[in-house]
């Protein structure tokens, strides 16, 4: 198969065109905030139709951003984890929650996360980085 031409070589254009539609990052917010790992998890937060989640999941395989494997708690299950491309996409998508939380209406950041967000961002973000390093076995 052969690879689409690119309409640009800007590392953002070529970056939204794997993450930058609404599903993906919605996706990857659950990852991050929610630790939804398999497909009826991510189906259930949003209501997502099977096909798009499909078709986001593979997409996320296919850059290196997530790792598809047997879950070891159910053996006819697939449980999917973040890899360490999918690891440094956290900052960001960090940084698109807190703009959120500041600049849209009637949002439902949790207090406590925006408290945390103002106080110190690169502490929590750490820390989720680190949580999901660990359970997601990122580099082992």
């Known amino acids: 198969m052969s690879k689409p031409s690119r309409r640009s070589n800007c590392p953002l254009h070529l970056s ?10 919605l996706i990857l917010r659950d990852f991050i905030f929610e630790d939804a790992r398999n497909f009826r998890e991510f189906i259930r937060k949003e209501g997502i139709a099977t ?26 299950a697939i449980r999917y984890s ?12 960090i940084e698109l929650y807190t703009w959120g939380s500041k600049h849209t209406a009637d949002n439902d ?6 408290l945390r967000l103002e106080q110190d ?4 973000t750490d820390d989720i980085m680190n949580r999901l390093t660990i359970t997601h076995q990122i580099g082992r």
């Open 109 to 114: 950041t949790d207090k406590q996360l925006r």
């Open 16 to 25: 939204l065109n794997i993450v930058g539609d609404r599903w993906t990052l």
């Open 82 to 93: 973040l890899t360490k491309k999918g690891l440094e996409l956290v900052p960001a998508l």
């Open 51 to 76: 096909n798009i989640l499909s078709d986001r999941l593979n997409r996320l395989i296919e850059n290196d951003i997530i790792q598809k494997e047997e879950d070891p708690t159910n053996a006819s």
């Open 121 to 124: 961002r690169q502490v929590l």
